[in-house]
């Protein structure tokens, strides 16, 4: 599996790779892996703006398995599914 990771920028030119210590990836945890599991290789995660969306369930990412079809996930931070 390809692990998904997350890089964050304040102003879209610069950016940083967090350490999040969540996913282990060849041997460490040390990284900004946050999806190493179905669908990681192409995870699209997007923020629900329905302020009817539960909080636990504020983020949603969309993924695609060759396998498994069109596969849906949900988080309340955006970085742990």
Known sequence: HE???VSE???GIHWKRPDLDLVEY???RNNNSIW???GS???APFLDSNPDC???KRFKALA???REGLLAFSSADG???
Do not use: I, T
Request: some cysteine; proline content about 8%.
């Open 54 to 56: 539960p909080v636990h």
């Open 9 to 11: 920028s304040h102003d």
């Open 26 to 28: 060849e041997g460490s």
């Open 41 to 43: 290789h192409n995870l």
């Open 64 to 66: 695609g398995s060759s």
């Open 79 to 81: 970085v742990q599914f």
């Open 36 to 38: 190493m599991g179905r």
């Open 3 to 5: 692990p998904a990771c």
